[in-house]
């Protein structure tokens, strides 16, 4: 028995991510008392693997095939349930990503396991197996009783943290022999942003609603933003008018994020927004209107107008970091 742990990689390196999800199934496996299988999919080098050993995995399993460079859901689902069959795995560990969205549900069907979607902690009970996990677009929590024999876990970013330990890991590498038929996506050209962070990656963000008026007025956001070392989003109305990329877009039709730091200027905090940002350790309303919804939401609140608050954040910074 044990807990299988997928550690998604981008271009062979992992991110603190992939390490959360290693911490989080080592939890899990100390409840059972069993041990971590962390599986990769993908070009790693070894010094790369074994840092997964470091945040508790006992053993790393490597797949490898030059057909696997880009996500094909099918093809990793596969891989996936054979690996937690051979393993004897128990419970499975992904995140609760694009990757994870796509691979989860076809590996429930594959190994008949239930799945446990947006779960932002550690199971509150191994029998009866019960989990955490949120419901109504953020707005509720829900405690759900997974009654299969394997249960599939989808984890929420930044919401367990990294736990280093002395633990040290195996590497087993296993060849993957793959038909080019079976790659049903294939990967014409990839077009990746630099200069900036990402905004799921990022672990502090700086995001702006209609309250600040106007595209000019964008300026203290993104200095805010590069002064905190994060990434900067909007609201949909935002994106909508064409103030901000699509891209930053914040929201239930848009990115679902999880940082440490959520700064919200000028955002109402209607429903289909804080289900994207709700997850957050640490929410910071700056609105005019005291009863706007964001507050509810928000751990620290500031009632004001957010064309003349974030000037004097940015000059409190700045005093800071002299």
């Known amino acids: 028995m044990s807990v299988l742990v997928f550690t998604e990689n981008w271009d062979g390196k992992f991110k603190k991510l992939s390490y959360e999800l290693v911490s989080y199934a080592r939890s899990v496996a100390d409840m059972m008392n069993t041990d971590v299988v962390a599986l990769s999919i993908g070009q790693v080098e070894d010094d790369e693997l074994i840092k997964l050993g470091s945040y508790g995995a006992s053993r790393i399993i490597s797949v490898n095939n030059e057909l696997l460079k880009g996500l094909d859901s099918q093809v990793y689902s596969s891989i996936i349930a054979d690996i937690a069959i051979k393993s004897d795995s128990k419970v499975m560990v992904i995140s609760h990503n694009n990757t994870g969205k796509a691979v989860a549900p076809r590996l429930s069907v594959r190994l008949k396991a239930g799945v446990g979607a947006c779960v932002n902690g550690l199971p509150i009970s191994i029998d009866p197996f019960i989990v955490k996990k949120r419901a109504f677009s953020g707005n509720a929590w829900a405690h759900t009783v997974i009654k299969t024999g394997i249960r599939i876990l989808t984890i929420l970013q ?40 990402l905004l799921t990656d990022a672990e502090i963000v700086v995001s702006g609603g209609r309250g600040m008026k106007s595209p000019d007025n964008w300026g203290p956001i993104i200095e ?15 994106s909508d008018e064409g103030w901000r990329p699509h891209e930053e877009h914040t929201g239930q039709t848009g990115k679902i994020i999880s940082p440490n730091l959520y700064i919200a200027a000028g955002i109402s905090g209607a429903t289909q927004h804080l289900a994207g940002v709700s997850s957050s350790k640490y929410i910071v309303a700056i609105n005019i209107d005291k009863d706007a919804p964001i507050f509810e939401a928000a751990q620290y609140g500031i009632v004001g107008d957010a064309l003349k608050v974030l000037p004097k954040l940015v000059e409190k910074v700045k005093e800071i970091k002299k």
């Open 224 to 238: 805010l933003a590069e002064l905190l070392g994060g990434a900067t989003a909007c609201s949909r109305p935002v």
């Open 158 to 197: 930044n919401s367990f943290g990294t736990k280093e330990t002395e633990n040290k890991a195996s590497i087993e590498k296993i060849d993957r022999d793959i038909e080019p038929g079976m790659i049903k996506t294939n990967v014409i050209d990839t077009q990746k942003q630099t200069g900036k962070i």
